[in-house]
Nanobody, 127 residues
Framework: QVQLVESGGGLVQAGGSLRLSCAASGLTFSSYPMGWFRQAPGKEREFVAFINWNGGSTVYGDSVKGRFTISRDNAKNSVYLQIDSLKPEDTAVYYC????????????????????WGQGTQVTVSS
């Protein structure tokens, strides 16, 4: 059974930090890039961060650059998102996803580039 399970969300004050985790099982993890997306109520799903299969390359959405850090531990089949300097506009459900293409491709910002998704974890930032 393919599973991506996010955890670590919660309610936090503006300026605070959270560390989201995503644990993968039932699928090949270590040779695939991973991504984080988020979706706020009434808005489209937004690209947040990407990490290549070995963690050597990362890319961030413009709205989170300098505040979010993606990392992975292939030995633990896990990917993480460290979120610092949280803002109310970061409030959303955060999803991790596994890329469609082994070892990745040049396409990674669209949700259609990913084959498997977690159920999401809610992040709420109060002002």
């Amino acid at each position: 059974q393919v599973q991506l399970v996010e955890s670590g969300g919660g309610l936090v004050q503006a300026g605070g930090s959270l560390r989201l985790s995503c644990a993968a099982s039932g699928l090949t993890f270590s040779s695939y890039p991973m991504g984080w997306f988020r979706q706020a109520p009434g808005k489209e799903r937004e690209f947040v961060a990407f990490i290549n299969w070995n963690g050597g390359s990362t890319v961030y959405g413009d709205s989170v650059k300098g505040r979010f850090t993606i990392s992975r531990d292939n030995a633990k089949n896990s990917v993480y998102l460290q979120i610092d300097s949280l803002k109310p506009e970061d409030t959303a459900v955060y999803y991790c996803a596994r890329h469609k293409v082994r070892y990745g491709s040049n396409w990674y910002r669209s949700s259609t580039d990913y084959a498997y998704w977690g159920q999401g974890t809610q992040v709420t930032v109060s002002s």
